[in-house]
């Protein structure tokens, strides 16, 4: 599978950004999907990820309760709702895909073998 991640742009602070992860290949649905953010100065950080099949999701407690992951396997998609942006939100997001990934690491950037290229997400304040 090939994925391709868009949708970042500039936004005012409180304001809101959707990001889209667009899956070649018939079998996106039997892959876990997690986007992961990096600045300059930071490793790739986990933000969600969602279980294959569209499982359970999971999310770091920086975006808990502003971010929501969520997935339309008939179209190939995973989506990254950001809600209530913060200037610390600011980073490139990936996505990434797995298909043999446990539960309990869906929330290590190395337990992901595909990844999209990033997206620039530009929070203002």
């Known amino acids: 599978v090939q994925l391709q991640a868009y949708g970042g742009g500039l936004v005012q602070a409180g304001g809101s950004l959707r990001l889209a992860c667009t899956a070649s290949g018939r079998t996106f649905s039997t892959y876990s999907v997690g986007w992961f953010h990096q600045t300059p100065a930071k490793q790739r950080e986990f933000v969600a990820a969602i279980k294959r099949y569209g499982g359970a999701t999971f999310y770091s407690d920086s975006v808990k309760g502003r971010f929501t992951i969520s997935r339309d396997n008939a179209k190939n998609i995973v989506y990254l709702q950001m809600n209530s942006l913060k200037p610390e939100d600011t980073a490139v997001y990936f996505c990434?895909?797995?298909?043999?990934?446990?539960?309990?690491?869906?929330?290590?950037?190395?337990?992901?073998?595909?990844w999209g290229q990033g997206t620039l997400v530009t929070v203002s304040s």
């Open positions: 990434a895909a797995e298909q043999g990934i446990i539960q309990s690491s869906m929330r290590e950037a190395d337990r992901y073998l595909t």
